[in-house]
């Protein structure tokens, strides 16, 4: 499709162990953004990626989060020894650049048992 | 510490009616304000925008308003319908740079 894919959709995990999540953004779109929404919680920010930039971690919220993206294309958030917190639907999102409309994916499920 | 809040987790209205939506923040550095619409499992979708050289901006039946001296924002929805069903969230950024994001307001119209 031409959206924001991500995948899995859902992921059941246990504590402890490691997760990866994948996001594809839209063709072209040389800005990536990963979020999270906890339950009753907003959209928080995790990290941002602008072309060949150093990407902007700022908001990770320990260092058992990591991303990575390969050029202009695949993102993929990996979430070490996960933690029951760590339960949320990540949403990945993709805009032409800076200044430019955001485009989400319809999030990944994460829930840490 | 919420820079963008939304004090109103939910809000019904009738079918036909306006809806305003409310969203204040505190960063005064702040210049663009966006509002998404998120239906339940999907991806939040871009509605509308505003930035601090302007007081309104209206696209069909969505207006934002924005008074800057307030740090307040409102998005009014006339006519109200049920497929506006869904929760807002309000962001905003600093030129136009990340957003940061409120918690949103489940919208309910009814029929």
């Known amino acids: 499709g031409a959206g924001v894919s991500q995948s899995p959709s859902n992921k059941v995990t246990e504590k402890g162990k490691d997760v990866e999540l994948r996001c594809d953004p839209i063709s072209g779109h040389t800005a990536l953004y990963w979020y999270r929404q906890r339950l009753g919680q907003g959209l928080e920010f995790l990290i941002y990626f602008q072309g060949n930039s150093a990407p902007d971690k700022s908001g990770l919220p320990s260092d058992r989060f990591s991303a990575e993206r390969t050029g202009e294309s695949v993102s993929t958030l990996t979430i070490q020894r996960t933690q029951q917190e760590d339960s949320a639907v990540y949403l990945c999102a993709s805009s032409l650049g800076w200044g430019n409309t955001i485009y989400f994916g319809e999030g990944s499920w994460l829930t840490v048992v | 510490d919420q820079q963008v809040k939304q004090n109103s987790p939910s809000l019904s209205v009738q079918e036909g009616r306006i809806s305003i939506l409310n969203c204040d923040y505190t960063?005064?550095?702040?210049?663009?304000f966006l509002w998404y619409k998120k239906y339940p499992a999907e991806g939040p979708t871009f509605l509308i925008s505003?930035?601090?050289?302007?007081d309104k901006n209206e696209d069909g039946r969505f207006t934002v308003f924005l008074n800057k001296s307030a740090k307040h924002l409102s998005l009014h929805i006339v006519p109200s319908q049920p497929g506006d069903s869904a929760v807002y969230f309000c962001a905003a950024s600093e030129g136009s740079y990340i957003p940061t994001f409120g918690r949103g307001t489940s919208l309910i119209v009814h029929p």
């Open positions: 960063n005064s550095m702040f210049d663009y």
């Open positions: 505003i930035s601090s050289i302007k």
